[in-house]
């Protein structure tokens, strides 16, 4: 019954786990050059998070992945699909997974 010797020790690492869905408002806002933008989740499941113009139009996917649960920042560098240096005004951006869905506006500046 007695010890012969140490095989190894264990470590975990141990973090929260968020009790809902979440999107933050971005930060900087009106921002320029990038904004960061963060979102939890509560559990794992395919995420979008997409930025529209006024108009409704698609302007750039930030996220469309499968992620586990847990805390995520997502940055937009001001650009379009294409790269191009988006125009200074008011966008949106949408995250969705599964039933949740939430929008909130942001302001770029050149």
Request: hydrophobic share 40%; no cysteine.
């Amino acid at each position: 019954g007695g010890v012969n010797g140490l095989l190894g020790a264990l470590t975990a690492d141990v973090r929260s786990l968020p009790e809902g869905f979440g999107l933050g408002q971005n930060y900087p806002n009106p921002f320029n050059p990038d904004t960061q933008i963060r979102y939890q989740l509560p559990e794992s499941g395919e995420v979008s998070l997409v930025v529209y113009n006024l108009l409704g139009q698609e302007v750039r996917v930030l996220v469309q992945e499968r992620q586990e649960a847990g805390f995520y920042r997502a940055v937009w560098d001001g650009r379009d699909a294409a790269g191009r240096a988006a125009a200074s005004g008011i966008y949106f951006y949408v995250m969705e997974t599964g039933d949740f869905r939430q929008a909130r506006k942001l302001l770029l500046l050149r």
